[in-house]
């Protein structure tokens, strides 16, 4: 028997960096279906909203609300900015993330996921969801505390698998020193655990919490199985199941062949589809996302045992995503035309996960565009660890400078084609540096356009999305 919780038949994708924003994530949840906050590196994004003059006053008026004033108020004093910078002065530089992060990273982490999460949540009885990535770990126990500090009602993660997330909610809520396991590529050193205590880093108890549930974004029946066979009963509110037509990372194909310039193509074969009556019988509700942003995809859905579907371009291309409006026209006209390509990209997150981009011009998906950017790994968001011959841990990415990652021991085979997602997915959600261009990421189907605008030029709102859906 279905959760009576489980009633929303649209969960909307947590998509990318500043696009799933607060606003719109309030947006779908006060229209009656699941709101998605992303919560992908917030502790960079935040920081640059204070400094283009806080829009509105939204991020000070959720971080008056944070519960302990003396983390909150100096991040306040240190990145607000009266008016915004002025037009070509880069932002105020925040640190990156290591294993051992400053008491600001972790105070900005702390207050970036609260306020987003408050904002969602604000003058809004519905539910609200924040969005990770397992693979970008280092900030997971400081960004899991402050989302639930707000009261939010799930947390969902793909990009991985998320096994540790049950336990890390219940440390928080209990009041337990939290720690979270992060893998090491070295031959001594296979792992390190971060840990942290937030009664002894606020200096005072947490208030009361209420405990947020889980939902894991899975891409296969086997990955659904080992989650609910490793977790403890009930570990699990529901699954969000992604496709490999959606946007953004992608599931590893099993099959991948070499086109004629010599680039990776993955082949998504039947060993690749999910079974969703057998996913059915495992009692746990779920979403079915990738090219679902249909009526009639719903009601499939729901023929194959689902609760509904999860939808993400349908949202970023809507006029309250956070998407640079300028983009977003440029995207819709060409997917009303019928003329936007988006492909699958073997090479160009740091991740090695295959990934959805758009071919729009003036964006790194451009070789032109690409090969005049200069490489720079400064946010860190996609590092991974690595052991270095001192015994101590590394950081490196395959798109920072080429030099660089081979003082670090990474092959240079892996920085082909590389590309600087950090960077880039801020500018898609326009708090990017000016020099940096934007990537942008959608899924492959993008024919709900032509229901939705009148013309090439028009756009439309979340509501109308929302009531097109539904049908």
Not at 1 to 9: A, E, N, R, T, Y
Not at 111 to 130: D, G, M, T
Not at 325 to 334: E, G, Q
């Amino acid at each position: 028997m279905k959760s009576s919780l489980i009633i929303p038949d649209i969960y909307q994708g947590g998509m990318g960096v500043g696009i799933s924003t607060p606003n719109l994530s309030r947006t779908v949840s006060l229209n009656g279906q699941q709101g998605t906050v992303s919560g992908v590196a917030v502790e960079r994004v935040v920081p640059r909203i204070l400094q283009m003059g806080d829009p509105g006053g939204h991020i000070r008026r959720a971080l008056s609300h944070f519960p302990f004033p003396k983390i909150s108020e100096p991040i306040l004093n240190m990145f607000f900015v009266e008016g915004g910078i002025k037009k070509g002065t880069p932002f105020k530089a925040v640190p990156v993330f290591t294993v051992n992060p400053t008491h600001l990273l972790i105070s900005l982490t702390l207050c970036a996921n609260f306020a987003f999460v408050w904002l969602a949540k604000e003058n809004n009885p519905n539910p609200v969801s924040i969005n990770y990535l397992e693979k970008v770990a280092m900030p997971h126990i400081y960004a899991i505390t402050g989302a639930i500090l707000a009261d939010v009602d799930y947390i969902t993660m793909g990009a991985g698998i998320p096994l540790q997330i049950p336990k890390v909610i219940n440390d928080i809520v209990e009041g337990r020193e939290v720690s979270y396991r992060l893998p090491v590529i070295g031959k001594n050193i296979t792992s390190h655990t971060m840990a942290f205590h937030p009664e002894k880093f606020f200096g005072t108890a947490m208030p009361p919490v209420k405990k947020p549930r889980f939902i894991p974004i899975i891409s296969s029946n086997l990955l659904a199985e080992i989650l609910i066979h490793k977790l403890p009963e009930g570990s699990i509110y529901a699954f969000a199941v992604e496709e490999n037509i959606a946007g953004g990372h992608n599931a590893p194909p099993r099959k991948i062949l070499f086109n004629e310039k010599g680039e990776p193509e993955p082949i998504y074969g039947e060993k690749d589809k999910i079974d969703y009556p057998a996913l059915a019988e495992l009692g746990i509700p779920f979403w079915i996302g990738g090219g679902y942003a249909s009526p009639e995809k719903l009601k499939w859905a729901r023929s194959v045992g689902a609760a509904g579907i999860q939808a993400g371009s349908i949202f970023a291309l809507s006029e309250e995503s956070g998407m640079n409006p300028d983009l977003r026209r440029k995207i819709r006209k060409l997917g009303y035309e019928g003329t936007l390509n988006v492909r699958t990209d073997m090479r160009i997150s740091p991740t090695g996960f295959p990934f959805k981009v758009a071919d729009i011009e003036g964006t790194i998906a451009d070789p032109e565009i690409y090969e005049a950017r200069t490489r720079i790994c400064n946010q860190g968001e996609l590092v991974s660890l690595y052991e270095r011959p001192d015994g101590k841990i590394g950081y490196r990415c395959p798109a920072e400078p080429l030099d660089k990652f081979r003082i670090k021991g990474g092959d240079p085979k892996d920085t082909i084609g590389r590309g600087c997602l950090c960077n880039g997915l801020f500018t898609t959600a326009g708090v990017g540096n000016e020099e940096e261009p934007p990537v942008v990421t959608l899924g492959d189907n993008v024919g709900f356009l032509r229901f939705l605008m009148k013309n090439s030029e028009d756009s439309y709102t979340v509501a109308q999305a929302i009531r097109y859906l539904l049908g």
